[in-house]
């Protein structure tokens, strides 16, 4: 019997995922989130990941924060954001289940952080170190990010993507998506908009996921 095995029956407890791109789809975009005064939570956005957990997806965070290795702030700072995300979103109701990111970036100014990496977006490496830590059921996982990166994400990963209008998405939409191969399954208004999607596929009449897993039993509380 496999991690992903319940004790009886063989019943599944893979959850689907939500991994979540951050600025621009959680905050606000503005620019590089270089001090903690410009990280701003959108409207909606603890709304949604609690309505995402009470439906028993998974929410992951996967941030590209290049800023690390270009020395335009400590990695110190993006822990920093991160506590009070989740400080944020605990008032709320909501929880996200891990934040990762990627501080990389192949010609940067820190020596340490300086290097092509597995994982900064659209490379996978950030979901294969999600589904290391959880037992994701990815066929009906998500993405859902303000860039065409992210959906470029989404397609390497073999997962959906969902695109928000958030932060750069209208202009990505707009402007870049025409001639970018790899196209949102969905678009949503904002990451509540997709949230409530989602929930909705969920529910008699709609597409329903692949196979009906049972509402999953754990919870892993996990804060890198
Ligand atoms: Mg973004
Ligand atoms: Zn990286």
């Given at each position: 019997m496999g991690d992903n095995e319940a004790p009886q029956g063989g019943i599944s407890l893979k959850k689907p995922a939500v991994f979540m791109d951050r600025?621009?789809?959680?905050?606000?975009?503005?620019?590089?989130?270089?001090?903690?005064?410009?990280f701003i939570l959108l409207p909606g956005s603890a709304e949604a990941i609690r309505l995402l957990n009470s439906h028993g997806f998974l929410t992951i965070v996967v941030s590209n924060q290049s800023g690390v290795a270009r020395g335009y702030f400590p990695i110190d700072l993006v822990h920093e954001v991160h506590r009070r995300l989740q400080q944020f979103l605990q008032q709320e109701g909501a929880v996200l289940d891990a934040i990762l990111f990627c501080p990389h970036?192949?010609?940067?100014?820190?020596p340490e952080y300086s290097k092509t990496c597995a994982?900064?977006?659209?490379?996978t490496g950030m979901i294969e170190e999600a589904c290391r830590q959880f037992s994701i059921d990815m066929a009906n996982s998500f993405v859902v990010g303000d860039r065409c990166t992210d959906m470029e994400l989404a397609a390497r990963a073999g997962l959906k993507g969902i695109l928000v209008r958030t932060g750069y998405g209208l202009g990505d939409l707009e402007?870049?998506?025409?001639?970018?191969?790899y196209r949102p399954f969905h678009v949503a208004d904002d990451l509540l908009d997709a949230a409530q999607w989602l929930v909705r596929r969920?529910?008699?009449?709609?597409?329903?996921?692949k196979k009906n897993h049972p509402a999953p039993v754990i919870r892993s509380l996990l804060f890198p």
């Open positions: 600025d621009g789809t959680i905050n606000e975009q503005m620019g590089y989130i270089n001090h903690i005064t410009r970036y192949p010609n940067g100014k820190v994982c900064r977006k659209p490379r402007y870049v998506m025409p001639n970018f191969p969920d529910r008699p009449g709609g597409p329903g996921r």
